[in-house]
C-alpha cells in the first residue's frame, strides 16, 4: 500500500505596511511605496508592531507622517518580534486622513412640518483624525482585534465569490457585550477606520455612522418602530454607494432590540415590538449589500431579544483587563508621558515578557518594572476607561509638577488607584443610604 507522503508548506507571513501620507504631499501611492521599501530593507533589525515617523529619508520625511508595521501571521510559525522583509509578502495601505469632525445626520419625521427633526445619528468619514492611533491604544487579553479583521476579511470573500448565503449564512453583524467602560465602543470606531485603511485598494472612502437608538424614544415614542424604517430609508443613498465602507454602529443596541418576550408582559408592549421588528427587518435588508457592516455593543445581554442576537454572527464577550493587560496599559501610558517628558529623564521599563524570562528577579535594573507590576495586579477589577485615566489623576492629586521621575511617578500611581478603590466603597456606600432614605 502506497502512502502519499504528508506535504508541509508555510504560507508566507503578511507584513501590512500602514503608510499614513501627509495632507500636502504629491507622490503617488506606488511611488511612496518604492521608497518604504527601501527604508525598510535598511532596517536592521525590523520589529512588527511598530510606529514610527523617524525616517533618514528625507523623501519620508517630507511625504509621510507615520509608518506601521503590523500583523505578521504564518500558518506555521509562531508570531516573532523581528521580521526579514525577504521573507515576507508586503501590503501595503497608503492613506490620508479627513480633518472633518463628527457630523449631525438629521431628517424631518413629519414632512408637513421643520420643527419635527430627528438628531438620526453621528457621521465620520473615514479614515479620520478623531480615530487615528484608536486601534493600537485598545489592550485585550485575547485576539479579540484581530478575529474581528478576519471576520470582515472572511465576508468580503465569501460576498466576492458569490457563496450562496441560503446555504450558507452570515449577517454581517457583530455584538460586542460585557461591562462597561472595557472599551466596546472604542473598538468599534477602530475597527471601521483600521478596515478603512486596509481595504483603500477596494473602496475609495469609508463612513462611520452612530445611530443615536436614544433619540428614536425620546420624542415620538409611540412612533418608534416607524422612525426605525425611517432611519434606515435615510441611510439608503449612503449603503447604495459600492465605492463606499458603510458602518452602522449601534452601541448599547438592547435600546432597539429589546427582548420581545419581556415587552408582551408589560401593559404597552406594541411599540417596542414594533421596534424589533423593524431594525430585524432592516438587517435582513442590508445583509444583501456586501459594503456594509453592523457592529453593536451591549452592557445587558439579557435585555436582547432572542432574534437579533441569533443574527449576530460574532457574539464576543469583552471583559475586564487582567493584570497582565493592565501593565500593557500602564506601560504604554507611561511610554506617552516620557514621550511629552513629564517624566524625565526617560528610564527604561521592561515589557512583562522581559519580566517573565527572568524569573521576576529584582534588581537595579528591573525595580521599577517590578512595582509597575505590582500596582498592576492592584488594579485588577478596573476597567480600561479607569485605568487610562489614572495617569492622569495620579499626576493632579500627588505630583502637581511639571516634570517629575518615573519612581516618583509610579508612587503617585499607586495612590491614585488605593483612591480610586476607596472613591467605589464611598459611592456604594451613599447608593445604599439613598435605598435606606427612600
Known sequence: MNETPAVHECIRPVLHIEILQKSK???????????????????????????????????????????????????????????????????????????????????NYNSNSNSDELSAANHWMLPNKDFEGLWESLVYDSEIKAQLVRFVTTTLLFSDTKVDSNIIAWNRVVLL???????KTSLCKALAQKLCVRLNDRYKY????????????????????????????????????????VVLLIDEVESLAHTRKAAMSSSEPSDSIRVVNALL?????????????????????????????????????????????????????????????????????????????????????TQLSLLLRDIAIKSQGLSGRTLRKLPFLAHAFFVQKSTVELNTFLLALAKAVDKQFAD???????????????
Not at 28 to 42: M, Q, S, Y
Not at 177 to 183: I, K
Not at 219 to 244: C, H, N, T, Y
Open 424 to 438: 467605589r466603597v464611598d459611592l456604594e456606600g451613599d447608593g445604599r443610604r439613598c435605598d435606606g432614605d427612600t
Open 25 to 107: 504631499s504629491l507622490l503617488t501611492a506606488k511611488v511612496l511605496e518604492g521608497h518604504v521599501l527601501e527604508w525598510l530593507k535598511e532596517m536592521r533589525p525590523l520589529y512588527s508592531d511598530l510606529i514610527t515617523s523617524d525616517f533618514k529619508s528625507s523623501v519620508l520625511n517630507e511625504n509621510v507622517e507615520t509608518i506601521k508595521i503590523c500583523d505578521v501571521e504564518a500558518a506555521c510559525t509562531d508570531h516573532k518580534q523581528t521580521v526579514l522583509v525577504t521573507s515576507c509578502d508586503l501590503q501595503y495601505h497608503v492613506y490620508r486622513l479627513e480633518d472633518c469632525g463628527v457630523s449631525n445626520e438629521t431628517f
Open 177 to 183: 457585550h460585557g461591562p462597561p467602560g472595557t472599551g
Open 206 to 245: 469609508g463612513q462611520l455612522i452612530e445611530i443615536n437608538s436614544h433619540s428614536l424614544f425620546s420624542k415620538w415614542f409611540s412612533e418608534s418602530g416607524k422612525l426605525v424604517m425611517k432611519l434606515f430609508e435615510a441611510l439608503q443613498q449612503i449603503i447604495d454607494d459600492p465605492r463606499a465602507l
Open 281 to 365: 427587518t432592516q438587517i435582513d435588508y442590508i445583509k444583501r449589500f456586501p459594503n456594509v457592516l453592523i457592529l453593536t455593543t451591549s452592557n445587558v445581554t439579557g435585555a436582547i431579544d432572542l432574534a437579533f442576537v441569533d443574527r449576530a454572527d460574532i457574539k464576543q464577550y469583552v471583559g475586564l483587563p487582567s493584570s497582565t493587560a493592565i501593565y500593557r496599559i500602564y506601560f504604554s501610558c507611561l511610554e506617552e508621558l516620557m514621550r511629552a517628558q513629564i517624566i524625565a529623564p526617560r528610564e527604561s521599563v521592561f515589557a512583562l515578557r522581559s519580566l517573565e524570562i527572568s524569573g521576576y528577579s529584582e534588581n537595579s535594573a
